[in-house]
């Protein structure tokens, strides 16, 4: 079974303050991670995913993401904070090949941005 | 542009009263996807489609039910909308499912609103 643990449910940063959201998961075959932004009233925008290629994966919006598998953990960062960065952001893991939750993604309960001026 | 369109945006539906939620795409994939999204809270997948077969989950209501008349839209019915049912349900899509690592594509949702 795969599972998600995203640390804190609400962050707050400074804008050009540096942006980490944990996020540590289990999963029982390799897994596929993914991290997704929303806006308020708004689906789900996919930021980056780790498919087992480069551990350090670059997204949009400035954003990126480090596999460590030693240490179950995909956080999520980026240099400098903006004010549009404010959103909910959720981490998310699909299994790999010989998993057996096909077409699932499960997710983490959510962190809040939040970037004062 | 647009590749998961949801309509409507919003709905307001008494309780009791059917109401169908609409989902399109225009992706060509085999796989839709339905999900129940509370206030602060993880989507919650409820089933999905791989072209036309379909997939419930074990903790989905007999409430919810789904069609998929064709590979581009997938309908959401509620057929007895509680006030436990006020949600945003966001619709999504991927190419051939997730065990991969495929993208799954989600459409802006629509938020129900139960009186």
């Known amino acids: 079974a795969q599972s998600v643990t995203q640390l804190g449910s609400h962050v707050s940063v400074s804008e050009g303050a540096l942006v980490l959201l944990r996020c540590n998961y289990s999963?029982?075959?390799?897994?596929?991670l993914f991290w997704y932004v929303q806006y308020p009233n708004q689906g789900l925008q996919l930021l980056l995913k780790y498919t087992s290629a480069a551990t350090l994966v670059k997204g949009i919006n400035g954003f990126e993401a480090e596999f460590k598998k030693s240490e179950t953990s995909f956080h999520l960062t980026k240099p400098s904070a903006h004010m549009r960065d404010a959103a909910e952001y959720f981490c998310a893991v699909s299994e790999g090949a010989g998993g057996t939750s096909y077409g699932k993604l499960t997710f983490g309960q959510g962190t809040i941005l939040t970037v004062h001026p | 542009d647009a590749m998961v369109i949801q309509n409507p945006r919003y709905q307001v539906t008494q309780f009791g009263k059917p109401v169908t939620l609409s989902c399109s795409q225009t992706l060509n994939h085999n796989v839709m996807y339905w999900y129940q999204q509370k206030s602060s809270q993880a989507p919650k997948l409820l089933f999905h489609?791989?072209?036309?077969?379909?997939?419930n989950e074990a903790d989905t209501p007999d409430n919810f039910q789904s069609r998929r008349p064709n590979t581009s839209f997938c309908f959401l019915d509620i057929r007895s909308p509680g006030l436990g049912d006020a949600a945003m349900y966001l619709c999504?899509?991927?190419?051939?499912?997730?065990?991969?690592?495929?993208?799954?594509?989600f459409g802006p949702g629509t938020r129900l609103l139960v009186l």
């Open positions: 999504a899509t991927s190419r051939d499912g997730l065990a991969r690592g495929e993208t799954q594509y």
């Open positions: 489609y791989y072209d036309k077969d379909f997939n």
């Open positions: 999963s029982s075959v390799p897994p596929y």
